[in-house]
T-cell receptor
């Protein structure tokens, strides 16, 4: 079974530029998560999708971050414009149903550096 | 609010020695608890999880964890560490009534040959 795929693996941009990350979850998984992991910290949930609807985006900085999950499969996370403090690893995860007892499977992440 | 504390930022052990990584949580009801491992440049991999029942949980790679309600702890243990266990370990709690995991700040494990 293929795991969660993410691209790109690394991205370096200058502040005020825009960037987009892509995630392909495990086939058949209804729930998709985007996390931000700043160096030295644990992952923090940015947004959770159930199929193509948003379940929780309370910690997503909506003035600059946006995410979509068209057709309930792939997802894209965008930052526009980027700030220095957005430097982090962006992790995508998926789970089959989305309950809090449901195992989340993580992709390798995208490491973003904002200069 | 729910929270997870991993008191040890770094731990160094010799190969073959035993290991215990600490995790304390703050939560009013029965928590759902997880341990994940993150190797350099990799995503997080689930080691084990606790929902209910037997408080001693066995996981992959020879790891186990014990849920102690009285101490609000879910410590991860391994009787004999291998060099390949060097990684960062995260404890997480899944809060009832939400779909969130809340992660601790992680413990970085270094293994000496």
């Amino acid at each position: 079974e293929a795991g969660v795929a993410q691209s790109p693996r690394y991205k370096i941009i200058e502040k005020r530029q825009s960037v987009a990350f892509w995630c392909n979850p495990i086939s058949g998984h209804a729930t998709l998560y985007w996390y931000q992991q700043i160096l030295g910290q644990g992952p923090k949930l940015l947004i959770q999708f159930q199929n193509n609807g948003v379940v929780d985006d309370s910690q997503l900085p909506k003035d600059r971050f946006s995410a979509e999950r068209l057709k309930g499969v792939d997802s894209t996370l965008k930052i526009q414009p980027a700030k220095l403090e957005d430097s982090a690893v962006y992790l995508c995860a998926s789970s089959s149903r989305g309950g809090n007892t449901d195992t989340q499977y993580f992709g390798p992440g995208t490491r973003l550096t904002v200069l | 609010a729910q929270s997870v504390t991993q008191p040890d930022i770094h731990i160094t052990v010799s190969e073959g020695a035993s290991l215990e990584l600490r995790c304390n949580y703050s939560y009013g009801a029965t928590p759902y608890l997880f341990w994940y491992v993150q190797s350099p440049g990799q995503g997080l991999q689930l080691l084990l999880k606790y929902f209910s029942g037997d408080t001693l949980v066995q996981g992959i790679k020879g790891f186990e964890a014990e849920f102690k309600r009285s101490q609000s702890s879910f410590n991860l243990r391994k009787p004999s560490v291998h060099w390949s266990d060097a990684a960062e370990y995260f404890c997480a709690v899944g809060a009832s009534g939400t779909y969130k995991y809340i992660f601790g700040t992680g413990t970085r494990l270094k293994v000496l040959a």
